[in-house]
């Protein structure tokens, strides 16, 4: 598969129960820290080439350019271990014996709903909407079945919390009304070549393996409709009325999509379609692991092997988390607690992290290449470019393709509208 610019961005959610009385927002606080640390780099940017700021009352993680699916998950994973971290020294320094708790989900039991985007750089030869309407929207509205996370909305158990929030097909929204296929275009590059694909329908994800499928197949489309190879692509008649049906259905055979023409299928039939088109596409020994991986979990859901599939399928593996608690003390209560204790990032109070260490979760990098993650850039986007500008000069501004630097000779503009450049001259090429 050819190198795709990829990254996700993730609202992080922090709570203490002495929040207001300590009089400190804890989002703020830890940017606080963060920025006094030597894990800071210039700006908002921190030294991997990722971003953090605050975001409608979230810490936001923005991570560095990444080429490739595995890259993607290393350094998403790194960002949880950066909070991670800021969480611990809040603790130690401000609230003494009381906790901080740090989530990574999509909704709080009071049904405020939290982003988690992915982001592709995808040719502006593409028409848009058009092209991405007929060919990638059957995969969005579908791909919940392996990609969901699984929450607890208005009482009733779901795949994916951010279909179930999605309301209409198409939308430039991101935080009311949103679509399947959102319309926001802020390439952060050169806009005669690029356009940046904000996919918003998508879930905050713990587990590697649907972190991995999730990019996998979205990036494999995307080259596939690049290739001009999906012009036989199975056409919905009401994708988004059949995505919120098949969100609250956990019975594989119970999923309908409705095609034009009268005939329903399986949302398992339509990514059948897209398995089969991507093959060809695939070179590499971890591409293979990665295609295996998707034809065996649309495999299993066909034969609803659920125990197997909840090693890497987060819906699953919460709602199988849920139901232990319950076992052990009922109550709608502990049923909330469980479902968001699944999502804590902090290894020793996570429920998922908890059951990855007693080898109930499918893993797919290590933990070494996340914590260095946590320091270094990708070595092969312009992320690790920015990061040897900033070792180099003065920053007086920063953004993902501008730096406005000062040395001997004044300040200058250094624009870097190529993302996969690692090199100045290469960037201006």
Not at 205 to 220: G, K, P, S, V, Y
Not at 316 to 330: N, S, V, W
Request: include cysteine; charge should be negative.
């Amino acid at each position: 598969m050819r190198k795709l610019i990829q990254g996700t961005e993730h609202e992080y959610t922090l709570y203490c129960r002495k929040m207001g009385g300590l009089g400190f927002d804890p989002h703020t606080m830890a940017l606080e820290v963060l920025r006094e640390s030597d894990l800071h780099l210039a700006g908002e940017f921190i030294t991997n080439g990722s971003r953090c700021y605050y975001d409608v009352g979230h810490f936001e993680v923005s991570t560095a350019e990444t080429t490739n699916f595995r890259d993607l998950i290393v350094w998403e994973k790194a960002g949880e271990k950066v909070l991670d971290w800021l969480r611990k020294v809040l603790e130690e320094k401000y609230t003494g014996n009381t906790k901080i708790h740090a989530f990574k989900n999509n909704t709080s039991p009071d049904g405020t709903s939290y982003g988690s985007h992915e982001n592709y750089c995808v040719s502006r030869r593409l028409p848009f909407p058009q092209q991405f309407v007929r060919e990638l929207v059957p995969h969005f509205t579908t791909r919940i079945i392996y990609t969901g996370a699984g929450d607890l909305i208005d009482g009733t158990y779901v795949l994916s919390p951010s279909a179930y929030l999605t309301s209409r097909l198409v939308s430039g929204e991101t935080m009311h009304d949103t679509g399947v296929l959102n319309t926001r275009d802020e390439p952060h590059a050169s806009d005669r070549t690029w356009r940046r694909l904000h996919v918003i329908v998508g879930d905050a994800l713990m587990n590697e393996t649907a972190i991995m499928l999730r990019h996998f197949t979205t990036t494999a489309i995307l080259q596939l409709m690049e290739d001009g190879a999906l012009e036989d692509v199975p056409k919905l008649a009401q994708p988004v009325d059949d995505m919120w049906h098949n969100v609250e259905t956990r019975n594989p055979e119970k999923w309908q999509v409705h095609l034009e023409g009268g005939k329903v299928v399986s949302p398992i039939d339509v990514q059948r379609y897209y398995l089969e088109k991507a093959e060809p596409l695939v070179e590499t020994d971890r591409e293979r692991v990665a295609f295996k991986t998707w034809e065996q979990v649309l495999d299993g859901l066909e034969k609803r092997k659920s125990k197997d599939l909840a090693r890497k399928i987060e819906w699953l593996d919460r709602y199988y988390a849920i139901q232990e608690a319950l076992e052990e003390k009922g109550g709608p209560e502990v049923e909330m607690m469980a479902c968001k204790q699944y999502s804590e990032i902090g290894a020793e109070r996570s429920l998922f992290y908890k059951r990855q260490r007693a080898g109930l979760v499918d893993r797919v990098v290590t933990d070494d290449e996340i914590m260095r993650a946590i320091r270094e850039p990708p070595s092969d986007t312009r992320a690790s470019l920015r990061r040897k500008l900033c070792d180099t000069f003065n920053i007086e501004k920063i953004d993902w393709s501008l730096l406005v630097v000062e040395d001997e000779n004044g300040r200058r503009r250094i624009e870097l509208p190529d993302p996969y450049a690692t090199e100045l001259e290469a960037s201006h090429g």
